[in-house]
């Protein structure tokens, strides 16, 4: 019995003996096949590192003033007998705009024109009494001085009269009345805001170190969010004589044409003065970019031989580049590529050292110095 019991051990043994090692067999094979295992290409676009001119730029933030522009206010407090425009008319030099009430005035001004029509009266006879030798001189004298201040006292009536008279300034765009008929309003209270909007001014300013390249006639180039994929093109008018002593920085001033009075006061915008000079720079798509805290990269493409576990392939590394600046979707690099490297310009997300990639530019995003927003 004793004998029966150990055969069965030894027949167990060996099976679990058996098992292991077909197991282990089994789990060697796998890391065998898992060592050997080539993970397919990821598939990339890619772009060629190429040289290109680039005109030098100053890049700044600016905003946009009007030549001429006045928030329209009575001299003299009245009340608002009549208004002669709506909001968001055009209007020329000299339009009446609103007329506060004058009716005291108009009153004062007839009783004073009629003292200034006898004192007038008066100053012939007395000149005529005078050449006959039968008044004095004197009485000739305090005759013309009562006709003068008579006419003084009318023409201050008058302007009076004209100052409760509201009209345009200058030719330009009325914005939102802000008065309505009837209302009393006091001195200095706004009726609507009055712009010219062609031409334009856009004010900037540079630190002072840039203050040797800057001269007037120089080309400007504005964009604006509100406008996206427009640029509009103007000349540097003015330079200020003196900087600003916190920032040491010195006040610019271009003229846009505006025709077609898409710029507005107050807006703001991405200012480029072009500067006379070209540089010649490396550029790549600025996808192609990948940024982080501790430095910008990108994957160049390497062609790698053929090896006894694999046929020749191309693989991607990571190079640290210094990027410079940006025009449209291209940026320029200072240092880490040369011209004729590839750079991955999609798909850069999935990628890591050493992985292999296939190139498909079917896959590449459309790019251009001034891209227009249906491209992307």
Same mark, same amino acid.
């Given at each position: 019995?004793?004998?029966?019991?150990?055969?069965?051990?030894?027949?167990?043994?060996?099976?679990?003996?058996?098992?292991?090692?077909?197991?282990?067999?089994?789990?060697?094979?796998?890391?065998?096949?898992?060592?050997?295992?080539? *993970?397919?290409?990821? #598939?990339?676009?890619?772009?060629?590192?190429?040289?290109?001119?680039?005109?030098?730029?100053?890049?700044?933030?600016?905003?946009?003033?009007?030549?001429?522009?006045?928030?329209?206010?009575?001299?003299?407090?009245?009340?608002?007998?009549?208004?002669?425009?709506?909001?968001?008319?055009?209007?020329?030099?000299?339009?009446?705009?609103?007329?506060?009430?004058?009716?005291?005035?108009?009153?004062?001004?007839?009783?004073?024109?009629?003292?200034?029509?006898? #004192?007038?009266?008066?100053?012939?006879?007395?000149?005529?009494?005078?050449?006959?030798?039968?008044?004095?001189?004197?009485?000739?004298?305090?005759?013309?001085?009562?006709?003068?201040?008579?006419?003084?006292?009318?023409?201050?009536?008058?302007?009076?009269?004209?100052?409760?008279?509201?009209?345009?300034?200058?030719?330009?765009?009325?914005?939102?009345?802000?008065?309505?008929?009837?209302?009393?309003?006091?001195?200095?209270?706004?009726?609507?805001?009055?712009?010219?909007? #062609?031409?334009?001014?856009?004010?900037?300013?540079?630190?002072?170190?840039?203050?040797?390249?800057?001269?007037?006639?120089?080309?400007?180039?504005?964009?604006?969010?509100?406008?996206?994929?427009?640029?509009?093109?103007?000349?540097?008018?003015?330079?200020?004589?003196?900087?600003?002593?916190?920032?040491?920085?010195?006040?610019?001033?271009?003229?846009?044409?505006?025709?077609?009075?898409?710029?507005? *006061?107050?807006?703001?915008?991405?200012?480029?003065?072009?500067?006379?000079?070209?540089?010649?720079?490396?550029?790549?798509?600025?996808?192609?970019?990948?940024?982080?805290?501790?430095?910008?990269?990108?994957?160049?493409?390497?062609?790698? *031989?053929?090896?006894?576990?694999?046929? *020749?392939?191309?693989?991607?590394?990571?190079?640290?580049?210094?990027?410079?600046?940006?025009?449209?979707?291209?940026?320029?690099?200072?240092?880490?590529?040369?011209?004729?490297?590839?750079?991955?310009?999609?798909?850069?997300?999935?990628?890591?050292?050493?992985?292999?990639?296939?190139?498909?530019?079917?896959?590449?995003?459309?790019?251009?110095?001034?891209?227009?927003?249906?491209?992307?």
């Amino acid at each position: 019995m004793k004998r029966y019991k150990t055969i069965a051990v030894v027949a167990v043994l060996l099976v679990l003996g058996g098992l292991a090692g077909v197991k282990t067999l089994q789990i060697r094979a796998m890391i065998a096949l898992g060592q050997a295992y080539t *993970p397919p290409p990821e #598939s990339v676009s890619s772009f060629v590192v190429r040289e290109e001119k680039w005109q030098g730029t100053l890049d700044v933030i600016g905003s946009i003033a009007a030549v001429q522009g006045v928030t329209v206010t009575p001299e003299i407090a009245g009340a608002v007998r009549e208004i002669n425009f709506e909001s968001g008319a055009v209007v020329a030099k000299g339009d009446l705009l609103a007329r506060l009430d004058t009716s005291s005035e108009e009153a004062q001004l007839r009783a004073l024109e009629a003292q200034v029509e006898m #004192s007038r009266l008066n100053a012939v006879r007395t000149r005529q009494l005078r050449a006959d030798n039968t008044v004095s001189v004197s009485e000739l004298d305090n005759a013309e001085a009562m006709l003068k201040q008579n006419q003084a006292n009318a023409d201050a009536i008058r302007a009076t009269i004209d100052k409760k008279t509201i009209r345009a300034p200058f030719a330009g765009k009325l914005g939102i009345r802000q008065v309505n008929l009837g209302e009393y309003l006091d001195t200095g209270k706004p009726i609507v805001s009055l712009q010219s909007l #062609s031409p334009v001014y856009v004010d900037f300013s540079l630190p002072q170190q840039e203050l040797a390249q800057l001269a007037t006639g120089m080309r400007v180039r504005v964009s604006t969010d509100a406008y996206a994929g427009r640029q509009f093109e103007g000349v540097l008018t003015a330079i200020n004589p003196d900087l600003d002593s916190s920032t040491r920085s010195v006040g610019l001033q271009a003229t846009f044409d505006n025709p077609e009075q898409l710029l507005r *006061p107050g807006m703001f915008v991405r200012v480029q003065l072009l500067l006379p000079s070209e540089q010649t720079v490396l550029v790549i798509p600025a996808p192609a970019v990948l940024s982080a805290p501790y430095g910008d990269s990108v994957y160049t493409i390497e062609s790698v *031989p053929a090896t006894n576990n694999a046929g *020749p392939r191309q693989v991607v590394r990571q190079q640290f580049i210094r990027a410079g600046s940006a025009r449209g979707d291209f940026v320029s690099v200072e240092t880490g590529l040369k011209a004729g490297d590839r750079v991955v310009s999609s798909g850069l997300f999935k990628l890591r050292n050493g992985m292999a990639v296939v190139e498909n530019n079917d896959i590449a995003p459309k790019t251009g110095e001034a891209p227009h927003p249906a491209e992307r």
